[in-house]
């Protein structure tokens, strides 16, 4: 029984040897192929700011030992570039406010016109900012002195509609 166990393993080692030589001498092994891309990548946005669904959307082809490794890492470049511009505006708008705080209109100004500008947005106004009290005491002065007019409108059946007025709506400051 040893003897034909030893047999059938000699006859195995000696098959695998010869179809090893056989297969690099004729060249019949083609060897690993390439892995071709699904082409079903989704990258992030580039024509603006990133949100959070950009990157949970955000897939990537897949390779011979995982994703392809130029999309993972533009990924991870582009997600980089994105957190520290979004670290330092916050930290511009924490200067802004802090100066806002201490009294330094004229520095929290400079920091909201330089923030506007790296937005690409139009600057803000330098008017100084009327406080709620002189907004409302200005606002009651205009509707007193202006009369009140009624608007009558006609619907469809030539019957007058009852009067309407389109009194502006109020607008609460946000405070925190």
Do not use: C
């Amino acid at each position: 029984m040893g003897n034909l166990l030893l047999l059938i393993v000699v006859a195995l080692t000696v098959g695998a040897v010869v179809f090893g030589v056989m297969t690099l001498v004729t060249g019949g092994d083609p060897g690993l192929t390439p892995a071709e891309p699904d082409e079903r990548a989704t990258p992030l946005p580039a024509d603006r700011p990133l949100v959070e669904s950009d990157v949970s959307s955000t897939t990537f082809d897949v390779g011979w030992r995982g994703y392809r490794m130029a999309q993972v890492d533009q990924t991870l470049r582009r997600l980089a570039y994105d957190l520290g511009y979004k670290s330092e505006l916050i930290q511009v708008l924490e200067a802004e406010v802090a100066a806002l705080r201490e009294g330094r209109v004229e520095d929290a100004d400079t920091l909201a016109r330089a923030r506007a500008s790296a937005l690409g947005q139009a600057a803000p106004s330098t008017e100084p900012v009327a406080t709620v009290a002189e907004t409302d005491t200005e606002a009651a002065e205009a509707d007193a002195a202006q009369p009140v007019e009624a608007e009558h409108d006609t619907d469809v059946d030539g019957d007058a509609a009852a009067e309407t007025t389109d009194p502006a709506p109020a607008v609460e400051p946000v405070r925190r």
